[in-house]
């Protein structure tokens, strides 16, 4: 029994591990509002904040952003190394469309120039499909 509960807790530590620390796991097409006014990562001259979300490789999700005040701000993917949605003062809400080429958890920086934070938003991900 101690070592089921030893491998037990081996997967819960990597997997909190995988999804990052700080990360806030959200849902698809809940609505997600906030404030960057610190950062959870090492970006110089950027705060922001880390969100996961468990989504299917080869389906098409539209993310919507909205910045509230008018700041710079954007949702940059991990797994693809691009922003997904960007928006500033002229642009206050944009919504983009993207596919990730990997199932499962993947991690979604809400990010937004140190000089424009504090920064308020909101953000929902979904796909038109039942995925």
Sequence with gaps: MKFFLLVLASL???AVVACGE???KFEKGK??????????SNIEGWNSETYVVDVFAGVEYFIRLTSVNGN????????GDEYI?????EV???????TFSET???????????SDTPADFTF????????
């Design 12 to 14: 819960m530590a990597v």
């Design 31 to 40: 609505l997600v509002t906030g404030t960057i006014s610190s950062s959870d």
């Design 124 to 131: 929902t991900l979904w796909t038109p499909s039942s995925t």
């Design 104 to 114: 499962g958890s993947q991690q979604l920086f809400l990010r937004s120039p140190v």
């Design 85 to 89: 949605v960007e928006v500033n003062s």
């Design 72 to 79: 710079v701000m954007g949702i940059w993917s991990a797994e």
């Design 22 to 24: 700080g990360a806030t």
């Design 92 to 98: 206050s809400a944009r919504t983009g469309a993207y």
